[in-house]
């Protein structure tokens, strides 16, 4: 399975562990987005990232969904780490329906769309069509904001879609959500850091749940500064 994600220098001390957890059940296909720029959430760069993640996806998805429509691909942010095989598991979760989001505080009530496992058709290329042309600089949170709104408020069944399960683990469902890390999971997304360089703090938040799931030591980490 094809797993999409940019990286960047400003991202680098993070997204090394994406790389080296990557498992062999999936092909990463990374770019680089060199210039560099600031990390913070809402900054310019952090927007052209995001610019650039929707048309990374409409180029793959355009490429085979007249022919091969049911291939299955993904997103995943650069600040994940893998911790075994995904596609097994994306695939179950994904079922019949054309797109599964990371559940953003490990409820069913807010989807994360940093990770998500996708059908390339023509419904899922419209979706992210439609997120471009809606605007991501609106309402402060980029794609995550659009994605919610269109999918809860604007969807009125042209995308079927559901929700990754708790093997695919954000830090806002501990952060947020108050719930206790599973010691079983296959994904983990560091996101929920909102200071104005989040790298240090998404290193800490990386590691600290790597010895979690190695040692079972409880990882200390903060409430997001917002």
């Not at 957890?21 to 092909?27: G, L």
């Not at 399960?165 to 560091?190: C, M, Y």
């Not at 850091?193 to 938040?205: H, Q």
Request: one cysteine or more; glycine letters at 6%; charged letters at 20%.
């Amino acid at each position: 399975m094809k797993v999409f994600s940019i990286t960047s220098p400003a991202f680098c001390e993070a997204t090394a562990f994406f790389k080296e957890t990557a498992p062999n059940d999936v092909q990463l296909v990374l770019e680089d987005m060199v210039q560099g720029g600031s990390p913070a959430l809402c900054s310019e760069f952090w927007y052209q990232v995001i610019e650039r993640k929707f048309q990374i996806l409409l180029d793959a998805i355009g490429a085979v969904m007249d022919d091969n429509p049911d291939e299955i691909m993904a997103w995943v942010d650069a600040d994940c780490q893998f911790f075994g095989p995904v596609f097994e598991a994306m695939k179950e979760c994904l079922g019949p329906m054309d797109i599964a989001f990371q559940m953003e505080n490990g409820k069913e009530t807010h989807i994360n769309s940093g990770v998500m496992v996708f059908r390339a058709n023509h419904k899922v290329y419209n979706l992210f069509a439609k997120v471009l042309d809606y605007g991501i600089r609106i309402g402060g949170n980029g794609d995550q904001t659009v994605i919610n709104h269109l999918m809860r408020r604007e969807n009125r069944g042209e995308v079927s879609w559901t929700y990754l399960d708790w093997r695919f683990w954000t830090q806002t469902a501990v952060s947020v959500g108050n719930l206790e890390t599973p010691t079983k999971i296959l994904l983990h997304h560091a996101n929920g850091t909102s200071v104005p360089n989040p790298v240090p703090e998404k290193v800490k938040i990386l590691n600290a749940m790597r010895r979690y799931l190695i040692s079972k030591e409880v990882p200390h980490i903060p409430k997001p500064k917002l």
